[in-house]
């Protein structure tokens, strides 16, 4: 068995316009690379870092707790230390937190021969997530572990539906080099909503699910509306409703907020159009002042990857 591995752990969008909370899917262009040793000294250690000021405490790290806690449940005759390339920026909205923690505990389990489903690894790596969140959530991490599209069925008992991803679909980013912590963009939403709002929302989550399975893209179009979420956090990102009238212009499915912000995501039919989208938000941030980042990716239907 080896003593060492080392992974590529992708960056996700989470909520998927009408899914707050419950939807996510994976990407294949952006995210962190850590290498897990299996050593014979007990305990979880950081012992490097790159790209980015985080705590080498493993209580005060992401990575560090997830990894605690799957360690405490598993128990082995050994230790792990743990490198991390931190390549997506904290705060980004593009799952940066989730990829620390998801990555962690599934090195570990994969070191110790993969005692643990992938549920329970979802399980392990929220502990991690919520120290970023201050929340328990899964939307993030089980993209990154089961790859494509999935919806968090339930929180307690977890339960995640891994769903289908249509073959040409593909995923524009642009990540505004601004931070909107998670905490904070939780706490512009309103605490009761109207009923016909939930309505409308309930059924694109529905028609969705079903247009991901059916390869409908017109009915992905047309789904992927939030009526509840957006209307609150678009005054947090600069630009945001030009930017999103600018994408949808160039035949994007859709053009919505990446989890907390301020990323913002296009899924589009065909990489050529997800070029488009990436041009539209390009020109409409070039005289922002704002310094941002844009990506193309297909979706990522494996999730985390193993290095060679």
């Known amino acids: 068995m080896n003593s060492e591995i080392k992974i590529f752990s992708p960056a996700t969008v989470a909520n998927v316009a009408c899914g707050f909370d419950v939807l996510g899917f994976c990407l294949d262009t952006i995210g962190d690379y850590m290498t897990v040793r299996k ?6 250690r950081i012992t ?3 790209g980015f000021d985080l705590p080498f405490a493993p209580e005060k790290n992401v990575a560090g707790v997830a990894a605690l806690s799957i360690y405490r449940q598993l128990a ?4 792990f230390d743990i490198e991390i390339d931190k390549r997506i920026k ?6 940066s937190s989730g990829a620390s923690a998801s990555g962690a505990v599934y090195a570990i389990n994969k070191l110790l021969g993969e005692p643990l489903d ?9 502990q991690g997530e919520a120290l970023a969140s201050k929340s328990l959530h899964a939307d993030n991490l089980a993209p990154a572990i089961y790859g494509g599209f999935t919806l968090v ?3 307690n008992p977890l339960q995640i539906l891994s769903l289908p991803t249509p073959k040409d679909l593909f995923a524009t980013i642009i990540h505004p080099q601004i931070e909107i912590k998670t905490a904070d963009s939780r706490a512009v939403l309103p605490k009761n909503i109207p009923l016909s709002d939930a309505i409308i929302q309930w059924a694109n989550v529905g028609s969705l699910v079903h247009a ?5 893209y017109n009915l992905l179009q047309s789904s992927l509306n939030d009526v509840i979420i957006e209307p609150h956090r678009k005054q947090l990102i600069p630009h945001f409703d030009a930017l999103k009238s600018n994408v949808l212009k160039t035949g994007a499915l859709t053009c919505a907020i990446s989890g907390s912000g301020p990323s913002v995501f296009a899924l589009s039919k ?3 159009t997800a070029k488009l989208a990436q041009e539209a938000m390009q020109t409409t941030y070039a005289n922002s002042g704002i310094d941002f980042e844009t990506y193309v990716s297909k979706i990522n239907v494996e999730g985390i990857k193993i290095v060679e």
């Open 39 to 44: 050593v014979d000294d007990k305990g979880i």
């Open 48 to 50: 490097n870092i790159k």
């Open 76 to 79: 082995p005759n050994c230790g």
């Open 90 to 95: 904290p705060g980004s909205g593009i799952g």
């Open 118 to 126: 992938k549920t329970q690894l979802i399980h392990h790596a929220m």
């Open 153 to 155: 069925k339930s929180i």
């Open 212 to 216: 991901l399975h059916s390869s409908d």
């Open 270 to 272: 065909g990489e050529n």
